[in-house]
């Protein structure tokens, strides 16, 4: 039995579900109108948050076209749910990478980062951050595209001219707003809302923006944020997710798979050097500097002696990531710069050399045979390992 509502069956013909996350299940479906196969995102406001996450998607997506950006085709509420439908893609990053056995061919990654930036570039350019970047929210569409999804964390950067609601001209599907009206009713009767992301109201006052820093997953955290901070670059953190991404695309494991955010704090420390005053001017003004002493890595504490911080966490990089190209780790130790405005933006990182150097980046049509083959091998082994475990059971 599903949980969908005879409106939503009514409208599309449900295939399987795609995936779970915080705030409910993705299921892939039919358009009965239109035959087009579609991704139902149904997201239970049983809590003001989960419709204020909701919301946020819907106007978040709404207000992108971008081809890295996965479609928002309809936005509708039923109740206290949200339905949002949007293009439906092969699969997300985190499933290819799982089923990537040998490496992620350097074509391939380049793509994808190149694919990521630019959808980032558009997010920053329309004023959102996404706060979320993370390989299981970044699809891949049938044609090998990457496409940037789940908004449920976006929200617009103070003072960016775009705005999470679109413009009054915006050609966003038309119920999206009558749904992200409802929902903003209900999420406002709600009493009982969690203090979770949606605790980051907007700014009461202009030019003195405070954010939530209890968002984007740990191990794609960027340090601000770990460090507690409410007044943060959005685009910066963003960035710094992208780096972890990346990592992750060259060395096909997390790059720091912290249990706590204190763990999380010493496994980068460990890679990439002690965080002080010196390799982070400003850090010791963040709310939770200072509360952990943290030991200074192994071979030195480059953050405070004579050493110099950088060439420190780009010798960390190299070690960790064997086989990475030299161009693509210079690129990676910029992205994942501590002092967030050491970072560059999407659109300047998309400018770096590692875009020109060769190989070039895999066509579209590479990149999907590529997850063709990869996801197929890796259903054929898992299947194997099932009957394996039938046998003996
Ligand atoms: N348009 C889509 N096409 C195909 N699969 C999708 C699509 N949207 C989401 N999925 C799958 O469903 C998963 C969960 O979706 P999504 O990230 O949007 O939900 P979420 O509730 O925010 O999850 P989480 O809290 O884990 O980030 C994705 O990681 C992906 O595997
Ligand atoms: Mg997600």
């Not at 995936?19 to 892939?28: D, I, L, N, P, R």
């Not at 994808?112 to 993370?134: F, I």
């Not at 001017?281 to 952990?292: A, F, R, S, Y």
Request: contains cysteine; charged residues 20%; negative net charge.
């Amino acid at each position: 039995m599903d949980d969908w509502t005879p409106e939503l069956h009514r409208r599309y013909h449900r295939l399987r579900v795609l995936g779970h996350g915080a705030f409910g299940e993705v299921v892939a479906a039919v358009d009965r109108a239109t035959g087009q196969r579609v991704a139902v995102k149904r997201v239970f406001s049983r809590a003001g948050t989960a419709a204020g996450a909701a919301l946020r998607e819907a106007r978040a997506l709404r207000a992108l076209r971008h081809p890295n950006v996965v479609a928002l085709l309809d936005a509708t509420a039923e109740g206290p749910c949200l339905h949002l439908v949007q293009e439906l893609c092969a699969t997300d990053l985190s499933r290819l990478l799982d089923a990537t056995y040998g490496q992620l061919p350097a074509p391939v990654a380049k793509a994808l980062m190149r694919q990521l930036l630019a959808a980032l570039a558009a997010c920053h350019g329309a004023g959102l951050m996404h706060r979320d970047v993370k390989p299981s929210n970044l699809l891949l569409g049938f044609d090998g595209c990457l496409k940037l999804g789940d908004f449920g964390l976006a929200r617009a950067v103070a003072g960016g001219e775009g705005s999470p609601g679109g413009s009054p001209e915006d050609s966003g599907p038309a119920e999206a707003a009558d749904a992200a009206a409802e929902a903003e009713a209900a999420a406002a009767a709600e009493p009982t809302a969690d203090a979770d992301a949606d605790a980051d109201s907007p700014p009461s006052a202009p030019g003195s923006p405070a954010y939530s820093p209890a968002v984007a997953t740990r191990w794609y955290r960027a340090p601000e944020l770990l460090f507690g901070a409410s007044k943060y670059d959005g685009a910066a953190v963003d960035v710094w997710g992208a780096g972890a991404v990346f990592a992750e695309m060259l060395g096909l494991c997390p790059l720091a798979p912290g249990a706590s955010d204190i763990g999380q704090l010493a496994l980068l420390q460990r890679l990439l050097g002690q965080i002080t005053p010196r390799s982070w001017p400003g850090v010791e003004k963040l709310p939770d500097w200072g509360k952990v002493r943290f030991d200074p890595p192994e071979g030195g504490d480059p953050g405070s002696g004579g050493a110099d911080p950088a060439e420190f966490a780009r010798a960390g990089l190299a070690g960790a990531l064997p086989d990475a190209g030299s161009d693509a780790l210079d690129l990676l130790a910029s992205l994942l710069s501590y002092l967030p405005a050491g970072r560059p933006s999407a659109a300047q990182a998309l400018a770096d050399p590692y875009f020109q150097n060769p190989p070039a980046p895999a066509e579209a049509s590479e990149v999907a045979a590529f997850a063709a083959a990869a996801l197929s091998t890796h259903a054929r082994a898992e299947r194997a390992l099932g009957a394996l475990a039938a046998l003996g059971g």
